[in-house]
């Protein structure tokens, strides 16, 4: 015998948890469904297993899409406050780490202990693991046909999430659904993610793996320019850390990054100082500030001798090796891809959204939250935010 509920909420992840225990508190019937055996995999392994699940300074600015006005309203209506209110409550420890980031102090299997305590409380019905074959309209009802039978539906909710790191269960399934209620995407494509270099211009800096330090870091033009003082990773095929998945948001294919390997010194103001004072090589007065194998491989990348001495080199090559060190202008052939993306940029085009419910206007009942919509956070607790706000959204508007 096939089921009605009020919701269907497909994805199990955090937006979507978040949601049908809202909704379900709310005293709707609702069921949720999920094709992995393993709930909330992304949860698990996000901080390093221990969840930064949200920031203490999250405004809409921390997000990019193409309507940005568009998240105002849910992050506005459900904070970062809030939703520690709600850890708290679970007296789940948790720390800042730095700049507002709050992770979990053992590990990131109490947050989604949690949310499924949430869901229980709203007495959600569970269909995991159920793959969802099809799904279609049934006069005013939704059908959800799934390898479990069929599920009717006053509502849905599509909480699949994006395209980063598809060995977790990654899908296109929201899109798909996107594409056959004729909705209008924003092109999907990683975010927070490694970016690399072809091997002949990347081929210098291959020894230089494995060496980190903070950076300041920016590219794009115009409003669509990202500027970052963050920590960098050398990997053997570009670059990674921090400073690198943030700016990879901005990034666009063709454009260059800049990056100030030294933003607290003002190197050919030192070096042309240093002349008259110091009787030291290049190699070694730059190697007071950055690791030695960075100074001397991007010295020679350059072109420039480390062993010459300060002394002996006019101001105008100095200059040259300041800009080398303060603007070091390279452009990246690409990215990790999805394999190795935190995030998926893009996603269903909020202007087909209601900024209050998330729902469809051109098919009522229909809501898309979380990673699935073009609202994409900076690193660092921002996209966890961005999921339970929207969560929450949908799921006190689901009537």
Not at 208 to 226: W, Y
Request: hydrophobic share 40%.
């Amino acid at each position: 015998m096939t089921k009605q509920y009020d919701v269907v909420v497909i994805g199990a992840g955090a937006a979507g948890m978040m949601c049908a225990a809202v909704a379900g508190q709310r005293g709707k019937s609702v069921m949720l469904i999920d094709h992995a055996g393993k709930l909330a995999e992304k949860i698990r392994i996000s901080g390093g297993g221990r969840c930064n699940f949200t920031n203490l300074g999250a405004t809409p600015q921390n997000y990019l899409s193409q309507n940005p006005h568009f998240c105002k309203s849910a992050l506005s209506r459900y904070t970062p406050q809030d939703f520690l209110a709600l850890v708290k409550r679970y007296r789940i420890g948790y720390h800042e780490k730095h700049k507002g980031q709050l992770f979990c102090d053992d590990t990131a299997e109490d947050m989604i202990a949690m949310l499924k305590a949430e869901c229980d409380l709203g007495q959600v019905e569970w269909r995991m693991p159920c793959s969802v074959s099809a799904v279609g309209k049934q006069g005013e009802l939704f059908r959800i046909d799934t390898d479990a039978g069929e599920v009717l539906a006053r509502q849905l909710v599509i909480a699949t999430g994006g395209l980063s790191i598809p060995k977790i269960g990654a899908t296109d399934f929201a899109y798909r659904i996107a594409n056959q209620f004729e909705l209008s995407m924003i092109a999907p494509r990683p975010g927070l993610v490694p970016l690399t270099f072809d091997g002949a211009s990347w081929k210098a800096f291959v020894d230089l793996a494995g060496i980190s330090l903070a950076v300041e870091v920016e590219t794009g033009v115009r409003k669509e320019r990202g500027y970052f003082l963050e920590d960098l990773l050398f990997t053997h095929r570009g670059l990674s850390g921090p400073a690198i998945l943030q700016i990879s948001s901005y990034w666009q294919a063709g454009l260059p990054l800049t990056l100030n390997l030294l933003p607290q010194v003002d190197v050919a103001e030192a070096l042309i100082e240093g002349k008259t004072t110091l009787k030291k090589n290049l190699g070694n007065l730059l190697g007071q500030w950055l690791p030695a194998r960075l100074a001397d491989g991007l010295l020679a990348a350059n072109g420039f001798d480390g062993t010459a001495r300060i002394a002996d080199l006019p101001d105008k090559q100095l200059r040259k090796i300041g800009e080398a060190f303060n603007r070091w202008t390279i452009t990246p052939n690409g990215s990790e891809g999805y394999r190795k993306a935190e995030v998926t940029l893009g996603g269903i085009d909020t202007r087909e959204l209601s900024q209050q419910s998330m729902m469809a206007t051109k098919v009522p009942g229909l809501h898309f939250i979380g990673e699935a919509v073009d609202v994409t956070g900076w690193l660092g607790g921002y996209n966890f935010q961005w999921a339970w706000a929207s969560g929450v959204a949908a799921g006190t508007a689901l009537t």
